[in-house]
């Protein structure tokens, strides 16, 4: 059984990757077209496995974490 409790907190649009791509990380055949939504990966996307990809996700949803906490007072 896969977690869709996780799906909707990812800033991640997951797509089914185009056929006969390889996965951008390993060069495994890719699974799935990932695009990040927000953060500083905003716009950033790639073709993964499912492996990378759930890196990929982890890796977005890290960085916009850390990008929750304020850098500097706005006055
Ligand atoms: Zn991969």
Same mark, same amino acid.
């Given at each position: 059984m896969s977690k869709p409790i996780n799906e909707f907190r990812r800033p991640v649009s997951v797509d089914f990757a185009p056929r006969g791509s390889a996965c &951008?990380?390993? @060069?495994?055949?890719? &699974?799935r077209q990932l695009t990040a939504i927000g @953060?500083?990966?905003?716009? &950033?996307s790639g073709v993964f496995c499912r492996e990378c990809g759930e890196k990929f996700s982890q890796a977005v949803a890290n960085a916009l974490h850390t990008a929750v906490v304020p850098e500097a007072e706005v006055c």
């Open positions: &951008e990380w390993c @060069g495994k055949p890719a &699974e @953060g500083r990966y905003h716009n &950033e």
